[in-house]
């Protein structure tokens, strides 16, 4: 048994019990018991948790920041509060934390704890996207691509995606091969296409692997070289 759970059982059978006891009180009658003070145990240690991030937070670390907000979005160790989460996120994110801008703008995207506003989802979205975070530039390429939050540009949503596809993203891979496929914000390609659903598929991404044959049938085999050909060459950015 791990120490807490023999400390535990130890506390809730008499003094000097023998130790056939005490592994009695742990898998038999007490275990119930047990299970309570642990739990109850945890979730004091919850609290105080809470209490020193509150403090932390409040003199500006951003870890604490985040991981408060992380505490008011689930609900440990203190209320469940969305809004108290998004003003610890935001806190966090103002100071340029890039994990507290991409968590904003999802609270921004859903309506979690502020209004919903796709204007602020894109703004939160750039943030993060600028420092390089691929989720985000994904995020903010399909902004883009839709036309929601900013001025529907296809061409800025390929420069987001690819951004992201640069760095391995899977779901951006296969997104700018889609609009290379298509030729949505770039001519129509259809080597490049082959290229980044060859990648994307390469990830696990079935849907891009069966993309990928589909364009085949499109294709020369001169092109499908040349398409395998990039796609070995192929390296994420640093």
Known sequence: ASSWVYWLAVS?????????????AITNQNLPK???????AAARALVEAARRYQRAAEQGSVDAQMTLGGLYAAGEGVAKDDAEA???????????SVEG???????????RGVPQDDVETARWYRMAAEQGHA??????????????????DYSEAVRWLR????????????SLGYAYFHG????QNYVQAHMWFNLAGTMGTVQATE????VSALMTPAQIDAAQKLAREWKPTE
């Open 184 to 187: 949505n914000g770039v001519p």
């Open 135 to 152: 989720d985000a530039q994904i995020q903010l390429g399909l902004l883009y691509d839709l036309g929601q939050g900013v001025p529907q």
């Open 211 to 214: 993309n990928r044959e589909m």
């Open 101 to 111: 801008q991409v968590t904003l703008g999802d609270f921004y995207a859903a309506g």
């Open 163 to 174: 951004a992201a596809a640069a760095q391995g993203n899977a779901a951006a891979q296969y």
């Open 86 to 96: 998004a003003r610890w996120y935001r806190r966090a994110a103002e100071q340029g």
């Open 12 to 24: 809730t059978t008499p003094s000097g019990a023998p130790e056939d006891l005490v592994v009695e």
């Open 34 to 40: 047990v299970r309570a003070h642990a739990e109850l």
